[in-house]
């Protein structure tokens, strides 16, 4: 049995400066058995943690689209950003890989969640509902998630979507063990979501790891 977080950032994400040393004792610190490493618009951090971390890393990505994000896991290679979200969804699938949608319904997250109407047109070619995201203030919003995946019998997973250690571990699924995506998926659904919320100051690290991403550029 494993705990598994299934959104967890690292440095190669823009808003995010926790390094792969960091990232690794956190998760050994909560006892977390795989992490599902998803940066924005790139695998490189994902890619790099699966080749020295003593626990197994799902590399997965989000990638933005003019309607907001979609998560692909299981995948071998960055897939640029931004794409439209039909070609999102046949290069996740091109790779062997799985369709997620992280934090639906949050409303507070601006573009990066995935518009309603959109979401109902693809939902034949989802995989997994992230249902419990420890991020999401927007009251609500992970229930109407949870529901969602249950009405369309879709496996739901949970992540603290961290972009600072101490955060990695706020959610996770505890679920079987697993070695491909179709494993993953049948350990999934009959996994348990375990999960609280992010104290909501943990937000101001990512506007800084923002800024100073920007004054790097700059100099």
């Not at 943690?49 to 890393?57: G, S």
């Not at 879709?154 to 679920?175: C, F, L, Q, R």
Request: net charge neutral; charged share 25%; glycine share 8%.
């Amino acid at each position: 049995m494993w705990r598994a977080d299934l959104h967890v950032h690292t440095r190669y994400s823009f808003d995010c400066r926790t390094s792969l040393d960091e990232t690794i004792t956190a998760a050994l610190g909560c006892d977390l058995g795989c992490l599902a490493i998803a940066d924005h618009a790139t695998t490189e951090g994902a890619l790099a943690l699966q080749k020295i971390a003593p626990f197994a890393v799902i590399v997965a990505e989000e990638v933005l689209t003019p309607f907001g994000e979609i998560m692909g896991m299981f995948l071998k290679e960055t897939i640029p950003s931004p794409l439209s979200i039909e070609d999102t969804v046949a290069r996740i699938k091109g790779q062997g890989g799985l369709v997620c949608i992280p934090h639906p319904f949050d409303r507070l997250r601006g573009g990066s969640a995935l518009n309603d109407s959109r979401l109902l047109e693809i939902i034949d070619q989802i995989d997994i509902i992230e249902v419990f995201n420890a991020r999401t203030l927007m009251p609500g919003a992970n229930v109407r998630s949870r529901r969602l995946a249950l009405k369309h019998s879709k496996p739901g997973s949970a992540g603290s979507d961290a972009h600072t250690p101490a955060e990695i571990g706020n959610a996770y699924v505890e679920m079987d063990e697993f070695r491909t995506p179709a494993e993953f998926l049948k350990s999934l659904a009959t996994g348990k979501v375990v999960g609280r919320q992010t104290n909501p100051l943990a937000r101001i690290s990512s506007t800084i790891a923002k800024v100073g991403r920007r004054e790097t550029k700059r100099r």
